[in-house]
């Protein structure tokens, strides 16, 4: 099947103050190897399954969000919705990997079945396990 399309997204980027630690991070969360470096603040990790990737790059006047959002805090701009199928098992590895567990949890999430993390540049993310 052959689309014309003008544009395909291929990725996000993260900003952070540790471009080699959030990507560390991230390969131990997703399994995915860092597939470029630049040794001067930019990484990148693919998909190995061919999906959306992620560009982390080190910016020296990075703020870390805050979670829940305060109006005098610096806001979340965008987060990551994360499946898996044993959450406590990732919620594990989150915490190995250099991540917490985010001290606010919405009361319509189901703990059972959604927990709100943070990566270790405090960038939220949720964990889920799919089904239903």
Known sequence: MTTDRAARWIGICLDCADADALA??????LGWEIT?????????????D??????????TWYRP????????????MMHM???????EAAIDVVIDAG?????HRPDDRDPSRIRVMLDPAG????LFVGGE
């Open 81 to 87: 919705e994360i499946e898996v199928d044993d959450l």
């Open 99 to 103: 991540g917490s567990t985010a001290a």
């Open 123 to 126: 960038h939220p993310f949720c």
């Open 65 to 76: 969000p805050i979670w829940p959002e305060r109006p005098d805090a610096q806001h979340k």
């Open 24 to 29: 560390s991070f991230y390969s131990r969360l």
């Open 50 to 59: 061919g999906g959306v990737g992620i560009n982390i790059q080190a910016e």
């Open 36 to 48: 470029a470096n630049d040794g001067d603040g930019w990484a990148q990790l693919r998909d190995p």
